[in-house]
């Protein structure tokens, strides 16, 4: 059985497509989100369809809580820039679509041909967690599960990466609207037109994953940002490396 893992689209449908289209071409018996689908980017009403159309079941991310509620105490500083490109997601969202984000599960436990998974954003414990494994002092803490969780599955972070934690298999897909290389200069970051995914699959031998990288076009997405009337376009579309 094939499991296909998504996550962090941040509203760029363009991508969103290219990385569906892979999916549909290689086959999967089931489709989960990880969170983060439509803030940020230029297209967030279309990505939340597409996410509905594919039927995949999705985790609560922190840039979708974001959208339904201003935090006050979250670990990342919230700027006008942010609330300004949340009030114009806000109006272009219908009243389905948020109630599509409300429907968003903090986790989700699954099977694969008998594979116990856990999905979730940051960590099963909150969102916010952040999980870098170059980073000092990182914590395993939160990713701990009970002996019968095979496979933990998260996003956030937007870096495809696999390890093992205790008994289980981590792994984070990476980021399907906003994928970049974390080893790359930080005089010189930017993003990838490249929409990243990962494939679980399921046997009587065990779990194994494949990490996919989609790539998608650069002049679509500038077409389709410039034409939606989202605040701050031009230094949108500035992040990505052409």
């Not at 990342?76 to 009243?95: D, F, I, K, N």
């Not at 948020?98 to 699954?110: N, W």
């Not at 594979?115 to 916010?128: A, L, M, T, V």
């Not at 996919?212 to 990505?240: K, N």
Request: charged residues 25%.
């Amino acid at each position: 059985m094939r499991l296909a893992l998504v996550s962090d689209q941040h509203g760029n449908d363009v991508a969103f497509a290219a990385a569906v289209a892979d999916i549909e071409r290689v086959g999967v018996d089931r489709v989960v989100c990880l969170g983060d689908v439509a803030q940020g980017g230029a297209q967030p009403a279309a990505t939340l369809d597409r996410l509905r159309a594919l039927g995949a079941e999705t985790v609560l991310g922190n840039a979708d809580a974001f959208l339904l509620e201003v935090p006050i105490d979250s670990p990342e500083p919230t700027t006008e820039q942010m609330l300004e490109v949340r009030e114009w997601t806000l109006s272009t969202l219908r009243g389905d679509h948020l109630e599509q984000l409300r429907s968003f599960a903090p986790t989700i436990d699954l099977e694969l041909d008998g594979h116990p998974i856990r999905c979730f954003h940051g960590s099963p414990r909150s969102y916010d967690d952040v999980l870098i494994p170059e980073r000092e002092g990182a914590s395993l803490e939160p990713f701990l599960a009970e002996p019968a969780i095979e496979l933990l599955a998260g996003g956030h972070t937007h870096k495809q990466w696999a390890r093992r934690i205790g008994d289980a298999l981590f792994l984070n897909p990476g980021s399907v609207g906003l994928a970049y290389d974390h080893h790359q200069p930080e005089d010189d970051f930017k993003v990838s037109a490249h929409a990243e995914y990962a494939l679980v699959f399921a046997d009587e031998l065990g779990l194994s994953v494949e990490f996919r990288r989609v790539p998608y076009s650069l002049d679509a997405l500038r077409e389709a940002v410039r034409a939606s009337g989202r605040p701050h376009s031009e230094q949108y579309l500035a992040q990505w490396r052409a």
